[in-house]
Every structure is written in C-alpha cells, then in structure tokens.
C-alpha cells in the first residue's frame, strides 16, 4: 500500500556475495499508517459490500424509484426456463453470474444476494451490524489519513519522496517499459509511476471516497447541505463510492502482482522492519549512466 522513504542519511548495511546495500527506507510511523491503512480498507470494503447488499443498483442523479430509468447498474436474480438465476445488469446489457453474483451458496442452497456471504461482514444479512463495522473504520481511516497528511507536510515526507519532479515526468515513457518488461529497479527512491500511484490513491481517491460517504450520511448532510448538490445527488455520490472502491480493489491487486514480481521476501521485509536491499551500487550506477 502507501510506503514512505525516509531521509538518505541513515544507516546502510553492506553484504557479501554481491549483492547491494540493506538500507533502512520505512519508517516506523509508515510502516503502522500502512498496516491500518490495510487493515481498515480490508474491514471497509467487505461491511461495504454487505450495505449494497441492501439496495444492489446504483443510479445516476438526485433520486431514484419506479418512475426514473437511471439505473446504471443492477444485481439480482429472476426467474427462467431454466430455473432461478443470477445476474449483473451493467448500462443496459445483463450478464448471467449464478454462483457469484446474484444468486450465491451451496448447490441447493443458493439464495438470492447480491454479493455473496464470504465476500461480506457479517456473513450473514446485517445491515446494523455492517454499519457499525464500516462508519468505525471509516473514521479510523479518515483520522489516520489526517494525520499522515499534517505530519508529512510538517516534515517534508511529500515533498521530498511523493511529489513528481521534472526528471520524473520525463523518466515515466523509460518507467512503463520496464514495468511492461518486470525490470526492476531497487532503489531508495520511488519511480514516477509509483509517486503517481500512491498520488492518485491518497490525494484522490481516498478523500473523493470519504466526500462520498459524507453525503450519504444524513447528519453530515445537516451539517454540509451543499456536499450533495457538488457530487450531483446523493444517488451520484453512491455511485461514485462504489466507483472508487472498484478502483481501489484494482489497485491492490495491481499493487500485490508488483510485490511479487519486484521480490516479495525483499518488500515485505520493508514494510515490516523496515530493512530495503537495494540494488549493488556497480550495476545501479551503470543503469544510471545508460
């Protein structure tokens, strides 16, 4: 998820065999922010699923019902020749998912969800309870997140690791063909394709996400009226939480398959202790020259 690299100035470690110097890039503070971060997105995501649960469509506008066609996407199931089945209905074309979405469970015992029991919390059908589960580690999300934002301004974390710089941006063509090609460079610093990754994820979607959940909150609607006219209705702003909760789901898994293929002992152990092997200085400084 979101890692940060601290100052050049700390230790570095040298090992033999050739291989390049263990420096310490994570700190503690990112390295716990990661962690909840992780933790409260996982919790967010599945009481989530199980409130969508409650009204499996989602509409484009200010309202919703029998008398309006902005229904842009629907999952439920009907009744067939061929018996009861599951389906997604995206802008119109409808696509049979029985046994995942829809329809779900043990042959024979399949009942009619939207999303099934264990890709929910609770398992079970529980509006109260998944509320309770998803307003919690929103707030835990959203104070961390505030958090990280003042102290990493404070002392110039984003400045220094996240934000693009000129040699960057004309580094990003070289960047995605080496990530096309799953050439990695292990370095102290973040490629521009990360700093913009973890960019658009905390400085967008994240903030986008927690604006949308705000105007679907009736007490913040008393308290910021005009947040649902911005976002288009509160139907739009559902439509545009769910919207960023697919893409934060892509970028995990974009996020996961990059671990693996960079070295997964090497990253993990970052994000853990905070020990990063980079590469031998021999071969960095040669690709540097190249």
Same mark, same amino acid.
């Given at each position: 998820?979101?890692?940060?690299? +601290? #100052?050049?100035?700390?230790?570095?470690?040298?090992?033999?065999?050739?291989?390049? /110097?263990?420096?310490?890039?994570?700190? =503690? !503070?990112?390295?716990?922010?990661?962690?909840? !971060?992780?933790?409260?997105?996982?919790?967010?995501?599945?009481?989530?699923?199980?409130?969508?649960?409650?009204?499996?469509?989602?509409?484009?506008?200010? @309202?919703?019902?029998?008398?309006?066609?902005?229904?842009?996407?629907?999952?439920?199931? @009907?009744?067939?020749?061929?018996?009861?089945?599951?389906?997604?209905?995206?802008?119109?074309?409808?696509?049979?998912?029985?046994?995942?979405?829809?329809?779900?469970?043990?042959?024979?015992?399949? =009942?009619? =969800?939207?999303?099934?029991?264990?890709?929910?919390? /609770?398992?079970?059908?529980?509006?109260? #309870?998944?509320?309770?589960?998803?307003?919690?580690?929103?707030?835990?999300?959203?104070?961390?997140?505030?958090?990280?934002?003042?102290?990493?301004?404070?002392?110039?974390?984003? =400045?220094? *690791?996240?934000?693009?710089?000129?040699?960057?941006?004309?580094?990003? /063509?070289?960047?995605?063909? *080496?990530?096309?090609?799953?050439?990695?460079?292990?370095?102290?610093?973040?490629?521009?394709?990360?700093?913009?990754?973890?960019?658009?994820?905390?400085?967008?979607?994240?903030?986008?996400?927690?604006?949308?959940?705000?105007? &679907?909150?009736?007490? &913040?609607?008393?308290?910021?009226?005009?947040?649902?006219?911005?976002?288009?209705?509160?139907?739009?702003?559902? #439509?545009?939480?769910? #919207?960023?909760?697919?893409?934060? +789901?892509?970028?995990?898994? +974009?996020? &996961?398959?990059?671990?693996?293929?960079?070295?997964?002992?090497?990253?993990?152990?970052?994000? +853990?202790?905070?020990?990063?092997?980079?590469?031998?200085?021999?071969?960095?400084?040669? @690709?540097?020259?190249?």
């Amino acid at each position: 998820m979101m890692d940060s690299a +601290v #100052t050049p100035t700390q230790s570095e470690l040298l090992t033999p065999h050739g291989k390049g /110097p263990l420096i310490y890039r994570q700190s =503690r !503070w990112t390295r716990l922010t990661h962690w909840i !971060w992780a933790f409260s997105l996982f919790f967010l995501l599945l009481s989530g699923l199980q409130i969508f649960n409650a009204r499996p469509q989602l509409y484009i506008g200010k @309202e919703s019902g029998f008398q309006y066609d902005n229904t842009i996407l629907q999952i439920g199931a @009907e009744s067939t020749p061929n018996g009861q089945r599951g389906f997604t209905e995206i802008f119109g074309m409808k696509f049979d998912t029985t046994g995942v979405l829809g329809l779900s469970g043990p042959e024979g015992q399949q =009942r009619v =969800r939207a999303f099934p029991s264990w890709a929910t919390i /609770p398992s079970y059908y529980d509006l109260g #309870t998944a509320r309770v589960v998803h307003f919690f580690f929103a707030w835990v999300l959203g104070t961390t997140l505030l958090v990280w934002l003042v102290s990493s301004l404070a002392n110039g974390h984003l =400045r220094r *690791d996240l934000a693009p710089r000129v040699q960057d941006i004309r580094r990003l /063509p070289q960047d995605v063909v *080496d990530h096309i090609k799953l050439k990695f460079h292990h370095v102290r610093e973040y490629n521009t394709l990360q700093k913009l990754a973890y960019g658009g994820v905390l400085f967008v979607l994240l903030p986008l996400m927690i604006l949308t959940g705000f105007a &679907m909150s009736p007490s &913040m609607n008393a308290a910021l009226p005009f947040l649902n006219d911005i976002l288009g209705g509160r139907q739009t702003a559902r #439509t545009i939480h769910f #919207t960023v909760m697919l893409l934060l +789901v892509a970028f995990f898994i +974009v996020h &996961m398959l990059m671990i693996l293929a960079a070295g997964p002992i090497n990253e993990l152990r970052s994000i +853990v202790t905070g020990w990063y092997r980079t590469d031998p200085p021999a071969r960095d400084d040669a @690709e540097r020259s190249a």
